[in-house]
């Protein structure tokens, strides 16, 4: 499949918002959802629990690397979560769509 699913997380609506639109806006990803969540993880020996706001990016799978460096650079995590994830099987017009730019 000629394209990606990328997620992260951050500790706003604001950041999401912020984020997912900065990446559309400059072309590197064809859409970006939102959603809060609960999170409970391991942090400098603690376990934490915090709501954060999952981020669903939708990119060619050429764009990947374009989208980890702007993610890296406007994120205000210092350990983001971001990685990828490939579809099996997508709508063929939709997946063609994620890869205009």
């Given at each position: 499949?000629?394209?990606?699913?990328?997620?992260?997380t951050v500790g706003s609506a604001e950041d999401a918002h912020r984020l997912s639109r900065t990446l559309v806006e400059e072309g590197l990803c064809?859409?970006?959802?939102?959603?809060?969540?609960?999170?409970?993880?391991?942090?400098?020996?603690?376990?934490?629990?915090?709501?954060?706001?999952?981020?669903?990016?939708?990119?060619?799978?050429?764009?990947?690397?374009?989208?980890?460096?702007?993610?890296?650079?406007?994120?205000?995590?210092?350990?983001?979560?971001?990685?990828?994830?490939?579809?099996?099987?997508?709508?063929?017009?939709?997946?063609?769509?994620?890869?205009?730019?």
């Amino acid at each position: 499949m000629p394209f990606l699913l990328i997620l992260t997380t951050v500790g706003s609506a604001e950041d999401a918002h912020r984020l997912s639109r900065t990446l559309v806006e400059e072309g590197l990803c064809a859409c970006a959802q939102i959603e809060r969540i609960d999170s409970i993880y391991r942090w400098e020996g603690e376990v934490v629990q915090a709501p954060e706001w999952r981020m669903l990016l939708k990119t060619a799978t050429d764009r990947y690397p374009q989208v980890e460096q702007r993610l890296r650079k406007l994120h205000p995590y210092e350990l983001p979560a971001i990685y990828s994830l490939r579809p099996e099987q997508a709508l063929p017009a939709f997946a063609s769509w994620v890869q205009q730019p």
